[in-house]
Structure formats: structure tokens, C-alpha cells
């Protein structure tokens, strides 16, 4: 059949309909946003994808299989829906497809595909860890019997929880806030001046830990409500370093809910407060600086702006060379290599998959010592191998990032919908590999 001289939103939907994939499943594949897609499905030949969309859906055609490749020809031939007079064919996903921003499943018709694909295979399952008794203490912690602890002790308790977090040990890490919870109004009660100060830079920390596990395990939500005591307990500790790390949280917690132009905003202007406040005359505002204009930037790729995401990448790049190392200041991991990870998770937003495992592939491993920074490189490794149509590789990144950290693999439910969409893309035995590794790892197909 002869290419696609140039693609418009017809032919990319009728592409996405002769592979019979949802809204959502084809944004995944190709590595755009949903809500591109789902611009194409709906303005038709009035949208023109950009140059490097175009590229990729010359590059997935050509991946097609005979058949896909007949019905998109077919599809074409018969105008902008597909369908011929006296004939409704069924949309893979337009209507039913329930996504949302593009974290969420890919809509009734993905289900039903997926169940088709994967029938038979028993998977051994390890559900998320229940969150129920840390909502519990977040939402009414007086109802919960407190554990006394001194200013010290505390200090320590909050440290060891960063530290198993950053070490992926979430089922430990949930464990600890549900009895560190309780314990945070008395330790503030009786703090008197600096330590008043200190304890309620603890609670920033503490409801940072909240918000981060909570969005590991895909709770969004009460993420927005834990990062929001982390805002308070900032501003009563009139710390410019605790303002500025409250702001981290916010701005994953804003993106996670879908508000990613606020949090581009919210970023770029906390860390100008930081700057001001501070000129950044120690580590831990020159970490905390560079990992809010990195959190920036990929909250600027979500929104598909570009210009802005690589300005604050170079910006975090600045940032790291005043820094000089790599460590892990604020429990922030800051420092080259990971402007470098960031690289990597940008360049998959914004769809360029090869440009994403180039980058990966410029990584010093020996400088990513965070077990869930490492994992995370390895689960957008993954990702990126996906869309490129590269399963055999995106099962091995998998298989690397389970190594590393077994709960970030098993218990995300972003890294269980790579793990599904391998199984519902590769074929063969690369598929049975991966429903292989799905059964012993534990992941929910």
C-alpha cells in the first residue's frame, strides 16, 4: 500500500481503529498524550499532527501486521468514520474509552481485549498494599492511640521513613506513617520556639512521605490532601528550604490530579521564592531549586510544551554544576545523573522513545544509588521500549527494575499497565515471557 504522504487526525484514527486499540492504548503505544489523540479523533482532517507524531505513526504503520495494514486501507477508502452506508463499525474506544489524562486504564473495549488476550493465564497476584489504615490516621489521627516520642525520636522515625521509601519498602513505609501520624500533634504541642520550627519542618517532611506513597499506590486524591498539610506545616515553619520542598509534593500531587499547567506554574514560582529567599547559599536549596525546575519540566512535557520543559531542564542542569555531586541533600537525589533520569521521563512524555533510551543508555549507573530513582529509570526504559515496539527489550528493563526494587514494580499500578500492555502487544513467546514474569513477580494483568 502506498504511505502516508502526510497524516491528519482522519488517518490517525483510522489507523488507531484498524488496530483496533482505544483511545488511551494507542497514546500509550505511540507516546503521545491521550488528549492528543483524542484531538485527532474529534477534529478529524482539521487537526495536523506535529513532525514528530507524524513520524511515528509512519514508523507503527510500518510495524502493522498484514491484516491491521488491510483495514486501514479499507477504513480509509471508506471515509472519515469507516464505516460503509448501512454499516456502524464498532469505534475501538472513542466513546467507551474512560482513561482519563492517560494513568488511568484504557476503557471497557481495552478491558475486554485485554481478558480475551490474557485468557487462561492464572496470575499469581499481590494486591496493592491496603492504604485504608494510613487514610485512617491521616483523616482522624486523634482516634488513633499515639505513640509518645521525643523531638529526637521523632526526628529519627521521620529519616528512617524517607529512607525506606527511597529504598521502595512501601509496605514498611505505610506501616511506620500510621504510627508516626498520631504522634505528630503531641510532638508539636509541646515544642516550644526553634523547636516548634524543627517539628513543623518535620510534618513538611512527614506528609511528603503521605503524599509520595500515596501516589506510588495510585491514590491521587487523599495524595492532594497529604500534600497540602505538607504546604501548612511548611508555612508555619516559615522555612524558605520547607516552603520549597511543600511545593515538590504539591506540584507532583497537582499533576498526578491532571492540573499540569498549574503545577508548571507552581514550580517555576517556588523555585523563584527559594532563590530570592536564599540565594542559594547552601546544598540544600541548590537541591531542593533543581529538583522543583525538574519536577517543573515534566510538568511542562505533560502540557506539551516543549520550550518550556527543556528550559528547565538546562535550567536543573545549571543547577546541578553549582551543586557539584551527586547526593541526595533534602532527600531530594539531586545532582547530574538525575537531570539526566528526568531527560529520560521527558523525552517519553513527549513521545521521542528512541531519544529517551539514548539518553538512558548516558546514565552513570554507579551515581543513581536511590533504589527508587534506579527502578524508575529502568520502568521508563521499559515504557519507552513499548511504544517503540521493542517488547522483548521492554521485558528486559522490566524484569532489571524488579530486581532493584520488587514493591515499586509490584505494587504501582503505572508499572502494571506497561506490564499488560507488553502482554496485550507482544506476540508469541515473548508474550508468554511476559506473562511468565507477570505470574512470578506478582503483577496484576
Not at 523531638?151 to 528512617?160: C, E, I, K, T
Not at 491521587?220 to 508555612?235: C, D, H, I, K, Y
Not at 525546575?293 to 546541578?320: I, K
Not at 522490566?398 to 507482544?426: F, G, K, M, S
Request: hydrophobic share 45%.
Amino acid at each position: 500500500m502506498a504511505p502516508v504522504t502526510t497524516w491528519t487526525g482522519r488517518e490517525a484514527n483510522t489507523l488507531r481503529n484498524a488496530l483496533r486499540m482505544s483511545v488511551t492504548a494507542f497514546a500509550e503505544h505511540l507516546g503521545a498524550a491521550r488528549r492528543t489523540v483524542a484531538k485527532w479523533s474529534s477534529q478529524g482532517d482539521k487537526v495536523l499532527p506535529r513532525a514528530d507524531m507524524q513520524a511515528a505513526l509512519d514508523t507503527v504503520l510500518a510495524r502493522a501486521t498484514p491484516d491491521a495494514r488491510e483495514r486501514f486501507e479499507a477504513l480509509l477508502t471508506t471515509g472519515t468514520s469507516g464505516a460503509t452506508a448501512g454499516t456502524r463499525l464498532p469505534d475501538a474506544g472513542v466513546d467507551t474509552d474512560t482513561g482519563g489524562d492517560g494513568q488511568g486504564g484504557s476503557g471497557s473495549d481495552g478491558d475486554v481485549r485485554r481478558r480475551d488476550l490474557l485468557r487462561g493465564a492464572t496470575i499469581g497476584v499481590a494486591a496493592t498494599p491496603s492504604v485504608a489504615p494510613l487514610l485512617d490516621a491521616l483523616v482522624s489521627p486523634c482516634h488513633t492511640k499515639a505513640v509518645a516520642l521525643s523531638g529526637p525520636q521523632f526526628s529519627r522515625a521521620v529519616a528512617a521513613t524517607k529512607i525506606d521509601y527511597q529504598a521502595c519498602r512501601y509496605e514498611r513505609v505505610l506501616d511506620q506513617l500510621v504510627t508516626l501520624l498520631p504522634a505528630l500533634e503531641p510532638a508539636r504541642a509541646g515544642a516550644q520556639g526553634a523547636q516548634r520550627t524543627q517539628a513543623e519542618v518535620l510534618a513538611t517532611d512527614l506528609y511528603h512521605v503521605v503524599g509520595s506513597v500515596l501516589l506510588k499506590v495510585g491514590d491521587r486524591g487523599m495524595a492532594l490532601v497529604a500534600a497540602e498539610r505538607s504546604t501548612r506545616a511548611a508555612a508555619a515553619s516559615e522555612d524558605p528550604v520547607a516552603v520549597a520542598t511543600s511545593a515538590r509534593i504539591m506540584t507532583h500531587a497537582l499533576m498526578s490530579n491532571g492540573h499540569d499547567k498549574q503545577a508548571v506554574t507552581l514550580a517555576g514560582n517556588a523555585a523563584g521564592v527559594l532563590d530570592q529567599d536564599t540565594r542559594l547559599t547552601s546544598a540544600d536549596a541548590v537541591a531542593v531549586y533543581g529538583a522543583l525546575v525538574l519536577r517543573g519540566a515534566v510538568a511542562a512535557a505533560r502540557s506539551d510544551d516543549r520550550d518550556t520543559a527543556q528550559a528547565m531542564l538546562d535550567e536543573a542542569s545549571r543547577a546541578a554544576a553549582r551543586l557539584g555531586y551527586d547526593g541526595n541533600d533534602r532527600w531530594t537525589g539531586f545532582g547530574a545523573a538525575n537531570v539526566l533520569l528526568h531527560r529520560v521521563n521527558v523525552a517519553l512524555i513527549l513521545g521521542d522513545a528512541g531519544t529517551a533510551i539514548g539518553i538512558a543508555r548516558t546514565v552513570p549507573l554507579d551515581k543513581v544509588t536511590i533504589a527508587e530513582r534506579r527502578a524508575s529509570l529502568y520502568v521508563d526504559v521499559a515504557r519507552a521500549y513499548t511504544q517503540w515496539g521493542r517488547y522483548e527489550h521492554g521485558l528486559t528493563a522490566l524484569r532489571t527494575a524488579y530486581e532493584v526494587a520488587p514493591e515499586e514494580v509490584r505494587c504501582r499500578p503505572a508499572v502494571q499497565r506497561i506490564a499488560t500492555d507488553l502482554a496485550l502487544l507482544a506476540k508469541g513467546p515473548a508474550r508468554t515471557a511476559v506473562v511468565d514474569f507477570a505470574r512470578g513477580a506478582g503483577i496484576r494483568l
